[in-house]
């Protein structure tokens, strides 16, 4: 839970020996986001396409496809569905959310968790005894909500507890727990809502014995403020109760494009956006539930502001430390930590914010900088203006090694006792693929590396306006 493979079947001494084993190329795909979940000798992963597969895990061949309503960010989630039967589940960008056979690639049941029309799922499902946690977000009205021939702004995030078996809502929550209502009217005489925003990046992350699950809120997109943006959220798991709210930087209202049009010489120009630009500084990692090396439980979670936080479960999130690691930037996420029970570890993002990249070692205990190295030479093309260094893809640990793909497309193995470079492998070019198709690395953000059976893999292309088109799933093993 906490992105460390402990028994992940890859010692550190072999980590330099790492070749790749083969690669799989995702049709008519410009990105390959969707982190990829290995259970037994299956992996399934999906593409921005809607494309859902099923492959061997050793080989790469496929075993089975299916194809989603809309395209597939988040990753798929593996559960027993009850007489030795598995189910896999996910989300896609209309905020559907799937059940299918994990070996046939069946499908069981779908339901519409959201019926906003910029509602999209990006975080992979949760799943614990027997139910399925989903959370939303809307960044298809943060990018839209500028225009002022549109209603501006109703999303909030939110989290829907489906049963597995049959697909059916046991409750849902929203983060902001008061509904829009009417604030003003657009200089195009459009209503104006809120309180809207709070989406939900990435995945809840569980505490079973506090019986709560635990999630990260994005910025606001309208007013009025609201305590529950850009904030850690515990919710009762039977139920979907809010229990504790930790929000961290508050008043960050932000909207897509409103920053160059907000207010020219103290006049607002345009009213949906709002009075005070905020910093965009979201929350878009799963919270980390782990432990100090004396035991003690702690809540870890990094945010785009440049600060890993530290909470206490216990006392309602209060904060135990915090530590800064960059400048912060509203583009580029920070989608994830990892923690080994000594360390936590984080790669600077800062896609907006030069020098882009670099990575953190912080003591969990004491919240002191264990060590940190700073960014890399870009593997990339430096006369592309998409060519980032930003290190804001999620880390991996595993024993004595610490892993992060990088906005440069390469992937980069840091020593976690030091933060010496120990392996390097740059993705930036044409592969080869099991299934024949045409595929090539190019940036690597969001989901991290995953590492599992003795072999590593992680997915390459993130095409946006930081990051560049990519359609490959690569595989590595000790040689």
Known sequence: S??????????????????LAWAFGFPKALSARTQPTIFGDWLFTAS?????????????????????????????????????????????GQANAYGLDAQTGKQLWTLKVESH????????????????????????????????????????????AIDVR?????????????????????????????????????????????????VATGNGYSGPEQKQMNAIIAMDLKTGEQKWIQQTIPNDIWLMQCQSQSTVQGKQVNANCPDEEG????????????????????????????????????????????????????????????????????GTGDALSPPQGGMHAVNLATGQRAWSVGPQEKLCDAKDRRCSGSQSGAITAIPGVVFSAGGDGGIRAYSSKDGAIVWTFDTNRPFQTVNGVTANGGSMDATGPVVVGGMLYVNSGYNSFVGRAGNVLLAFRVE
């Open 279 to 346: 910093p965009d500084f979201d929350f878009s990692a799963t919270p980390l539930l782990t432990k100090t090396e004396s035991g003690r439980e702690l809540l870890v979670v990094p945010q785009k502001s440049g600060v890993i936080w530290a909470l206490d479960p216990d006392k309602k999130g209060e904060v135990v430390w915090q530590y800064r690691y960059g400048k912060g930037s509203g583009l580029g996420g920070q989608w994830g930590a990892a923690a080994d029970g000594i360390n936590a570890y984080i």
């Open 117 to 160: 029309p910029n509602a999209v799922i990006t975080g992979a499902p949760t799943v614990y005894d027997g139910r399925l946690y989903v959370p939303t977000s809307g960044v298809g009205e943060e990018s839209r909500g500028n225009d002022p021939s549109y209603a501006c702004c109703s999303f909030r995030g939110s989290v829907s």
């Open 166 to 214: 049959n697909g059916e809502l046991r409750w849902k929550t929203y983060a902001i727990q008061q509904e829009p209502k009417p604030r003003g009217k657009s200089s195009k005489g459009v209503d104006l809502l809120g309180p809207s925003g709070a989406g939900i990046w990435m995945s809840p992350g569980i505490d079973a014995a506090r019986g709560v699950l635990y």
């Open 2 to 19: 906490a992105r460390y493979a402990k028994d992940g079947g890859l010692a550190a001494t072999d980590v330099p020996k790492l070749k």
């Open 48 to 92: 921005d396409t809607g494309d859902v597969f099923a492959l061997d895990a050793k080989t790469g061949c496929t075993r089975w496809t299916f194809t989603a309503k809309a395209g597939v960010r988040g990753a798929l989630s593996v559960a027993p569905l009850g007489d030795g039967k598995y189910g896999v589940f996910f989300g896609d």
